[in-house]
């Protein structure tokens, strides 16, 4: 069994919430019969108090082993660098502290989250006075609370399970990854994201891709059409597999209607546009599908904005469709 | 007199300390500590207002939706929005799955564990509730956590996924919903109530719910399969009936066009809400100022060497006075009789504050299938309209702890002043200016503590099923 510590500290404990709703097993049995066993989660175990204390001091000083250390929420080094903005209940020393010590003896680190890897929605505010930074970044910038030569007693740096919220296939399927056969270096991705799920798109089986084809789109909140024009959708540049995965059954952003705003990336949390608002020079949406050059991009969607049928034009307007596809007779000829 | 300095305080949600003053072994005074600090009201200012709809839901990951209906009520606000029906509908449905989810996420893994300790061994319900109950290794995870997922997929019809969803907006919701997703909605609330009946009540909600007094629900629990009969039998074991008595002034802000709005005191009389009565105080708080301020000119300054403060948690007040909210508040207002009992007899107690909860899942999950049948596919769900440059609003709205509101001020297009009261606010609030305890610390008074003492305090404690992260967003 591969024994897994759990903590949270500046976050709003979505990552836990998303996890739980795990499926089709329940989630508990799921990871217990697949060799993870939860020594400690702030909202699961039994242990309080100084029961809880001790057990954590035991792991903290390597006296009691453990593998697998998650972290849920920034790392709040405020104010002034005292680390007071989130200290342990009960004891009184930083968070910041914790993790950096249960940090030196774990096997892998995993970071739970976009404000784990990266800071996210925490260090949003005008110039950071939470001091808030991930696990082993800070925004984009490599360093963080532990630094950028850190490496896990595994030899792997900070495994940045990015998303805000993360989706629990994502957890689960790398607590799996990791209990089956174990990650190396070459299964993450630049920003040290699992690449089983990081080296997707959003873009790749969104619901909406007729409308995309012909830059048919929406113009307000709940319309059928592409998203990407107007409403601020990053889809297109958006690392996750959210439309091939599916969130709570069927369900993902764009197919709930509204922009993905690249949750899994660092500074996803202040775009320097309104979310849902598409920033453009000259008519041109500024951040254009990744792979894709600008002057292909241009002449591509002038022409399929030429050619657009008029049942796409008409349903990209509609929050239903108002004009059903044509029946066509399918057999060779 | 000794302290005692309580924490970590886990299975709530988010982080909590307690520091009490014991005499004689009981708790003589009780202070309770947020230690930590998010600040999102001042991540919002400075935004266009319209990004409040992606930035408010990742204050709290277990009352995400809450927090965005607040704050598209707030915006709908400055501007005279009227959501389309089937918006209003999709809205019941989405905040309702989300306040049920929590109630049952909050009985079944942070409340009964507790029941397990080994300090109740000598009682003859502890072998069955423990090996049922257990954190993490009990039964009854592997059955609540498949049916709270399959009822959770009512977020991916309506609102994308949960939690954080933007799809809430003033106007109504962006997912216009099919007559053929209308009848997948239908029987993934019928899958949920067939869990709720047998499983968790092992009776039909209807019966649930109508249970209208304390023998009613007592002989009801008698002998009958289920997990809330199981809890009421080891809690009137327990005396829990009598234990947890907080404020007894009870606030709501009303949801779901069914539970009223008011404010109800001792002797089940309320009055009509008056938001103009609210106030925050900062006395005992790592904030700026000690004055009781109206929330719409509030502001959250950090002070982390403040005198006297003991928490990053301010303090709340209707007409001044402390009040406590949640689903016990929401259902003594709308009248319920069995729960209006319980208080006329001992007052708020850890057993009232559980079933009014139960009495909210047996409830309102068949108003949710009525919302579902009345919405009109190929209707709109979505209002269209502008937020102005200059404007102010208020939305006013219950999450599953309780009374949750945002206060909104938008200046030259931007938000100017964005200020939160979350329900932990209020019954988590620290001493104000005149010394009064919040809800908790009230509570917490005459409770066994110290070496050997029955872990009463960890009951009390959760039956308010804190959410620390909004308290202190």
Known sequence: MLRLVWLQSGGCGGCTQSLLCSEPRALLAELRDAGIDIVWHPALSAASDREALTLLEDLAEGRTGFDILCVEGAMLRGPNGTGRFHLMAGDGRPLTDWVGRLARHARWVFAIGSCTAFGGFSAASPENPLEACGLQYEGDAPGGLLGKAFTSRAGLPVINIAGCPTHPGWVVDSLEKLALEGFTADDLDALQRPRFYAEHLVHHGCPRNEFYEFKASATKPSDLGCLMENMGCKGTQAHADCNTRTWNGSGSCVRGGFPCISCTSPDFEAPGHPFAETPKLAGIPIGLPTDMPKAWFVALAALSKSATPRRVRDNAVADHPVVAPAIKRTEQK | ?473
Request: hydrophobic residues 45%; charged residues 20%; aromatic residues 8%.
């Open chain 2, 1 to 473: 007199m000794s302290r005692l300095v309580l924490g970590p305080f886990n299975r709530v949600e988010g982080d909590l300390e307690l520091q009490l003053d014991v005499e004689g072994g009981q708790v003589s005074a009780a202070r309770v500590n947020s230690p930590l600090f998010r600040g999102f009201e001042q991540i919002l200012v400075g935004r266009a207002p319209l990004d409040a709809l992606a930035i408010v839901p990742r204050i709290c990951g277990i009352c995400s939706v809450a927090q965005s209906a607040a704050a598209a009520l707030a915006l709908a606000d400055t501007a005279g929005i009227v959501p389309a029906p089937n918006g209003r509908l999709a809205r019941h449905l989405i905040q309702a799955t989300e306040n049920l989810a929590d109630h049952l996420t909050h009985f079944y893994l942070f409340f009964m564990p507790d029941f397990a300790r080994s300090d109740y061994a000598h009682h003859a319900w502890h072998g069955a509730v423990s090996e049922r109950f257990a954190a993490l290794n009990g039964t009854a995870s592997g059955d609540m956590l498949p049916a709270r997922a399959g009822f959770l997929r009512l977020m991916g019809f309506l609102a994308g996924r949960w939690p954080h969803t933007l799809a809430l907006q003033p106007g109504g919701t962006t997912r216009a919903i099919s007559s053929a997703e209308r009848i997948r909605v239908l029987a993934q609330i019928r899958d949920f109530r067939a869990f709720l009946e047998k499983t968790l009540f092992g009776d039909a909600l209807e019966a649930v719910a109508a249970l209208g007094s304390i023998d009613a629900l007592q002989a009801w629990a008698e002998a009958r399969q289920g997990d809330f009969p199981a809890f009421l039998r080891a809690a009137r074991t327990l005396r829990l009936e009598q234990t947890g008595r907080a404020c007894d002034r009870f606030l709501s802000f009303g949801a779901y066009d069914l539970l009223p709005p008011g404010l109800l005191s001792a002797g089940m009389t309320s009055e009509p809400l008056d938001i103009g009565r609210i106030s925050e105080d900062h006395r005992h708080a790592w904030l700026y100022g000690s004055d009781a301020v109206a929330p719409a000119n509030g502001h959250t300054r950090v002070a982390a060497d403040k005198a006297d403060a003991y928490t990053w948690c301010k303090a709340p007040r209707y007409a001044g006075q402390v009040a406590e909210t949640g689903a016990l508040a929401r259902q003594l207002l709308a009248g319920h009789p069995l729960l209006q009992a319980f208080v006329a007899s001992h007052g708020g107690s850890v057993t009232a504050r559980i079933s009014a909860r139960m009495i909210e899942l047996a409830s309102l999950v068949p108003a949710m299938e009525s919302w579902a049948r009345q919405l009109t596919p190929g209707e709109a769900f979505c209002t269209q309209g502008e937020i102005p440059d200059e404007a102010d609003g208020v939305g006013l709205t219950e999450a599953a702890r309780g009374s949750l509101g945002h206060w909104l001020s938008v200046r030259h297009g931007r938000i100017a002043r964005y200020q939160i009261i979350a329900p932990t606010t209020w019954n988590f609030s620290p001493r104000d200016a005149a010394g009064q305890p919040g809800p908790l610390e009230q509570a917490l008074v005459g409770l066994p503590a110290g070496e050997g003492a029955p872990p009463l305090i960890q009951h009390v404690v959760r039956s308010f099923d804190p959410c620390m992260v909004c308290t202190v967003h």
